[in-house]
């Protein structure tokens, strides 16, 4: 004798289906309207900037590099700035901030207080830390020299002192750690011309950004499209 067994009722196989779609879309969910929102907070400005927004952003960051040179603060561009200056002279258009790192102990000629008051002249607000123009922000992150080594041979080495996030999530966190770098390809600075005027930048530049973006920065594809994966979905 042999046993049969029955097919599975179509509408059990369909509620599977769907429990199945569930299970998959509710992590897509979290991830495309939570999780990358709070790690980027300019997640859900528009994908280009206008020329209008450009040029806020640039008069924002020629500006804090002004009263940088001024009070003889060790700077540079970073992140997305770097990058843009790196591969177009400019910020790019699918940028929503702009990122600088400076030397920390910034040196005698500067006192917080006195940098605030001189950003406020300009217009610009904000913090030490975090600085705001019109809606837009440059984050400005201190960096410390520690003895360290790299490739097995003992250097200066550059960490974070403090970061611009008051609240760190365990993925910055484990980025920080990802960020520590040899002094050598900082110092001495190189100054080149970036959105009409001169800027400071790490003389080993193209070697800071693979250590910025490690998943990502590639030698010979400069394609800048929008980092920002809701400018390909069709809702957000």
Wanted: charged share 25%; net charge positive; with cysteine.
């Amino acid at each position: 004798m042999f046993t049969t067994y029955s097919a599975c009722p179509a509408s059990l196989k369909q509620r599977r289906r769907k429990l199945a779609i569930i299970l998959l879309l509710v992590p897509f969910l979290l991830l495309h309207f939570v999780i990358i929102p709070d790690a980027t907070r300019m997640y859900h400005q528009p994908c280009y900037l206008t020329e209008e927004q450009l040029t806020d952003m640039r008069y924002m960051v020629r500006n804090i590099i002004a009263v940088y040179e001024e009070m003889n603060v060790t700077y540079w561009l970073d992140h997305g700035t770097l990058l843009g200056a790196h591969r177009i002279g400019d910020i790019m258009r699918h940028d929503g901030d702009a990122d600088m790192g400076i030397i920390y102990p910034e040196g005698a000629g500067y006192t917080e207080s006195k940098f605030l008051l001189k950003l406020k002249e300009r217009g610009i607000t904000g913090t030490a830390r975090v600085a705001e123009y019109k809606g837009f922000k440059t984050d400005i992150q201190q960096w410390i020299s520690f003895d360290g080594e790299f490739e097995g041979k003992p250097c200066k080495m550059l960490k974070k002192y403090k970061s611009v996030k008051k609240i760190k999530t365990i993925l910055d966190r484990a980025v920080d750690k990802t960020l520590i770098f040899p002094m050598s390809w900082l110092l001495p600075r190189e100054q080149i011309h970036f959105a009409g005027f001169k800027a400071y930048v790490p003389n080993k530049r193209e070697k800071l950004l693979k250590n910025r973006y490690p998943l990502s920065y590639f030698d010979n594809y400069q394609v800048n499209l929008p980092y920002k994966w809701k400018c390909w979905l069709p809702f957000w």
